[in-house]
């Protein structure tokens, strides 16, 4: 890659957007790309609107701030659009990924989008059915993936596997269901 991709999650606390870009991030890193992944610390407390950035790079990194005119938007809670100004500053050519059960059609035009790509997966489904919560970091990240081209699939899902075996030593049925979460957005995830 030529500049770095630089991407901006939408969230509300406790959906795991920050969890999200962490993972992103060192999975970047442990396939030898430079990345960063961060949030956007306040008064966030649970159910608050939050954010969250990467920047993924084959170069070193030499920007240290919010990512103010993102490639990817990804929109872990729907409620948002309207509320946060998800769009803004998204590149001509930019991707945004949404967590909802609409098709990508609906989302571009609740979100007055004329340009750019709109990809759609039902994360918080695909998250009840796989991890047992409401949480569809993990979902939205397998799918991120896959739209993106940032990392090779089968690497990215190794080391995904390695970082959540790490983070949850003995819990394999979290590591499992994360992982089965990811798979499943990666293949299902529809754009236009």
Not at 48 to 59: E, Q, Y
Not at 132 to 143: H, K, M, Q, S, W
């Amino acid at each position: 890659m030529d500049k770095p991709i630089e991407i901006r999650w939408h969230g509300r606390g406790g959906q795991g957007a920050k969890t999200a870009s962490s993972l992103l991030a060192e999975a970047a890193s442990q396939a030898g790309k430079y990345a960063q992944g961060f949030p956007e610390y306040g008064p966030e407390r649970m159910g608050a609107p939050v954010l969250a950035f990467n920047r993924i790079s084959d170069r070193p990194l030499t920007v240290h701030c919010n990512v103010a005119e993102p490639q990817i938007v990804v929109v872990l809670d729907p409620t948002l659009i309207g509320k946060a100004k998800v769009t803004e500053g998204l590149t001509d050519d930019g991707i945004i990924l949404v967590n909802t059960s609409k098709d990508p059609a609906e989302m571009r035009k609740r979100l007055g989008l004329t340009h750019g790509r709109v990809f759609c997966i039902d994360a918080s489904k695909i998250a009840m059915e796989t991890i047992g919560r409401d949480i569809p970091n993990t979902p939205l990240v397998g799918a991120l993936v896959r739209i993106a081209h940032i990392l090779e699939r089968d690497e990215f899902f190794a080391v995904a596997r390695a970082l959540l075996a790490h983070k949850f030593a003995n819990k394999k049925s979290v590591i499992d269901g994360n992982v089965q979460a990811m798979r499943r957005a990666y293949e299902e995830v529809v754009g236009e």
